[in-house]
């Protein structure tokens, strides 16, 4: 799939430069054509002709130094590019790229791309935590920017964590699969009805207190953004939530757990994926008061009950739809992703680990885990949300349609 794809490779000055040239030369093997833009401070680790012998390309570091008079480097390089991967990418290059700094040829390039731009960021397990960095791969994500998250193990730095720059070979396949299915994505879920539930429920104790989550409804609204944007019809029913809906979204407010399995109920016959990103209470006041609760000495007992389980309800109902579960953990992930999968009858759950940096509630990122009954557990790497229920969808659409030709075989 790689054949003939022009990757725009930036090189920032960390020690997983050497990394670097080895995923050089794997690109160039599959076939793509490999240009090299380095900093300085790169040079200081690899010399530029390493990564000249194994692209067989010149390789760029001055904006000044013009190879070619009738063209600009820098210009030229943006628009050649199918796609720009920095990689190594340090703390300081996310954090010029963030702020629109273009002090160098990998910036001023990266400024002038509309090309896709993947970062892969290898540094300090303390620098990768820091506030400002963190802060910067966020205003990347809005950018639309990619991430190659980081792996976790032994760094050049001493410690053990995370921060090690993603294998040249991982990195390829990432790629690879980019240019084999990134085209084919568009209209995916075109003639398709697409239930997403989201956000949190409130179950109310009396006419002014209630229980609620820390769910803010950012994964589903982002699903509901994602399914209208591959083509989907698109019913959102969500639970309190400050989001603005996404254009071409139909919206359905609810309050309680029980709202939501009955607007569920009635959207699911028509349905052809439901998507339960919901946090819905699993318990909720046994009797709601009709005035409020006045105070009194000593302790309060509320007696709780438990809610329906709408996704459990969904997968006894259920004739052709699809049905998407997910389950936000802290242990265990897969195991009880797993166990969930199998009681509710669904066809997926994604499994989350809530206590994991960049995943859980109200940020922009997710890292997610795809269990399914077909085939083997998919670990995506942290993503945008929005990327994150592209992959959710892609994968649905992929069995859906491998359990088409399994009922015709
Ligand atoms: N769910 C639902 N109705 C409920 C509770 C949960 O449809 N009353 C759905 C959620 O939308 C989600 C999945 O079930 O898709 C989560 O499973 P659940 O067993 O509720 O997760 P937890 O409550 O986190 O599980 P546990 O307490 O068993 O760890």
């Keep these: 799939m790689m054949q003939g794809k022009k990757i725009l490779l930036c090189v920032s000055g960390g020690i997983a430069v050497y990394k670097a040239a080895a995923l050089t030369s794997k ?165 398709k009805k697409v239930v997403i539930t989201a956000g949190p429920t409130r179950e109310m104790v009396d006419p002014v207190r209630f229980f609620s989550n820390r769910s803010t409804g950012k994964m589903g609204f982002s699903l509901a953004e994602a399914a209208v944007s591959l083509g989907a019809e698109v019913l959102l029913i969500s639970g309190p939530s400050e989001l603005p809906v996404p254009k071409g979204v139909e919206y359905v407010s609810v309050t309680s757990a029980e709202d939501m399995y009955n607007a569920v109920h009635e959207a699911f016959p028509a349905a052809d994926i439901v998507v339960k990103s919901a946090a819905v209470a699993d318990y909720r006041p046994k009797e709601i008061l009709g005035d409020k609760l006045k105070k009194k000495d000593g302790n309060l007992v509320i007696e709780f009950e438990r809610t329906k389980d709408i996704l459990m309800s969904l997968g006894e109902r259920k004739t052709h739809q699809y049905l998407i579960g997910f389950a936000a953990e802290t242990t265990n992930v897969i195991e009880y992703a797993r166990a969930k999968l199998e009681k509710k009858r669904a ?20 890292k997610v885990i795809i269990v399914t009954n077909r085939g083997k557990d998919r670990e995506l790497p942290l993503l945008s949300k929005v990327e994150v229920a592209k992959e959710i969808f892609k994968e649905a659409i992929a069995q859906m349609e491998k359990g088409t030709a399994h009922e015709r075989s």
Excluded at 59 to 67: A, N, P
């Design 347 to 366: 066809d997926m759950i994604v499994a989350n680990n809530v206590k994991e940096s960049g995943s859980g509630f109200g940020t922009d990122t997710n």
């Design 27 to 191: 690109l160039v093997q599959e076939g793509a054509q490999v240009k090299v833009i380095m900093t300085e401070s790169a040079r200081n680790f690899v010399a530029p002709l390493t990564f000249q012998a194994l692209s067989r390309q010149d390789v760029y570091w001055d904006t000044f130094d013009e190879k070619d008079s009738s063209k600009i480097a820098h210009i030229d390089l943006a628009d050649w590019a199918d796609l720009v991967l920095v990689a190594p990418a340090t703390a300081n290059i996310i954090g010029k790229l963030a702020n629109g700094i273009a002090d160098d040829m990998i910036t001023t390039t990266i400024l002038a791309t509309t090309a896709k731009v993947w970062i892969a960021p290898a540094m300090n397990v303390h620098m990768y935590d820091h506030p400002a960095v963190k802060r910067n791969i966020d205003i990347l994500f809005e950018f639309g920017y990619q991430f190659v998250e980081p792996s976790e193990g032994y760094l050049a730095c001493g410690y053990v964590g995370k921060g090690r720059l993603e294998e040249p070979e991982k990195v390829v396949e990432l790629i690879s699969d980019y240019f084999s299915n990134g085209d084919k994505e568009t209209m995916l879920l075109r003639g």
